[in-house]
């Protein structure tokens, strides 16, 4: 078994290849296009049925705050213990739980860079990134000839925490790599964890239709502060192909910087181009939202200063945890949390001091 890769934890993910794979290395592993014809499912996700005064009676009493902050919580495996950027499966479902009762629903990072965060009064947004694309996160396990997601992976844990609570949506980023080893391609492949490479598109689409969106992380993770602005461009770009031969059209709009590293030359995060050698097919790509992989929550979209190119994240792990972070957005006014006014057409608050 290849050592496994880290996350974002530092070390580059392992290769069986050198380190600039030659066009020829790379396309063993370019997903097959042909697999990336079918129709999109819809992704116009219904909203919340309802955005009326929230139920419970602390959320009813807080005071709207729509300049406030909005956490975007990051993980990465979802294993049985805690680890580097790894959290046990208990922590993630007790996490689910403290969000909900503290008065956090999931919203979309559309929904974010759109200001179209649509939630009950005294509600606040979370965003959630998943990082990586390990099995950990969606794995399927086969049952009489039937495919079904893995109740012990983060995506099973969701599904059954959210199967109560209508007003816990589907919502939130998977940021993608479709190259990686040891299982980081698009959820595992090559048997890795019992997961089939042929299951990895559907598991794409099954995402997308159930009202998640897809980031892309790169081809395999690269370091982009290492590379020269050419191959920073290829693995981006091959990132984003390979999204959509799964889903063809899908418009991918966050990217997460592997390692939180910037390329050298910082634009090439959120716009760039790449030319096939072989086919000398030209592959843009054009992101509205690039996530760093710490630095607390986000500013408000309503906020002067939000910068959707630079998106700071809670990164959560080992001795990363959640609650300091919870705890600081408890304060009042433009540095506490978000909270929402439940009417999407006014914004209510204490705008932030120039
Ligand atoms: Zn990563």
Redesign the pocket.
Known sequence: MIAL?T??SGAEPPRAQAEVPSPDSLSSVRLDAANGDTVRPNSDQPVAASVSVAGDSASANRAPNEYGRIPIVEY?LVEAEDGT?KVSRERFRAELDTLYARGYRPIALGEMLDKKIELARGHSPVLFIF??ASPSQFRYIERNGKLEIDPSSALGIWLDFAKDKPDWRNRGAF?L?SGAEAGRSFFGNKGIEGQKSEWRFAKLRQLDSMGFELCN?TLW?ARLDKYPDAFVQEQIARGELAIDSAISGYKVRGF?L??GMWPKNRPLAWAGSWTDPKTQRVSKYNYDAVFE?AGGPARSPYDPKFNPRSLPRIPLGKNMPLFPTLRVLEKEGPSGRYVSDGDISTVSGQQPTP
Do not use: F, M, N, S
């Open positions: 890769l996350g974002c990465h950027y990082d990586d940021c790599l992380h993770h997460a592997p390692l992989v």
